[in-house]
């Protein structure tokens, strides 16, 4: 895995929490489950840049997994996108072997897997401090 994208998702992910904890973006319960479908809609893209298809297949089963994911932790428990974050992190990491996308960028995953995996952390803390009485 590529460590420079890697590292600017693992810087990212923590700037993006703190501007939307500084702006007031992550008072809406919206904000995290959003960024979860995007993600997942950008292997969609990056099958669109690739010639569509057959891609649009092979990514299919992952955007709806990871919409899902955020739909049902929005409207029930933002523990599940969470894990949903997480896990996409996880499914960037082993894309490559799931899924042959030629649209994906090579830097992409990494980037990725950093960004969701940290992103899922700054969620997890947002909400664990909110259970416990504490604000940051």
């Known amino acids: 895995m590529p460590v420079l994208p890697l590292l600017a998702g693992l810087t990212l992910a923590p700037g993006v929490a703190a501007f939307a904890l500084l702006v007031g973006f992550d008072r809406d319960r919206s904000f995290y489950p959003l960024q979860l479908i995007v993600f997942a809609l950008l292997y969609m893209l990056f099958a669109a840049i690739a010639g569509g298809g057959a891609l649009f297949l092979a990514e299919t ?37 799931l899924i042959s996308n030629p649209g994906v960028p090579a830097w992409w995953p990494a980037f990725c897997a950093g960004y969701d995996v940290l992103a899922a952390a700054c969620l997890a803390l947002k909400i664990w401090r909110s259970q416990s009485g504490s604000t940051l």
């Open 61 to 97: 089963p992952g955007m709806l997994l990871f919409g899902a994911a955020a739909v049902i932790g929005f409207r029930t428990s933002l523990w599940i996108v969470v894990a949903g974050l997480f896990g996409h992190g996880l499914f960037d990491a082993v894309h490559g072997a």
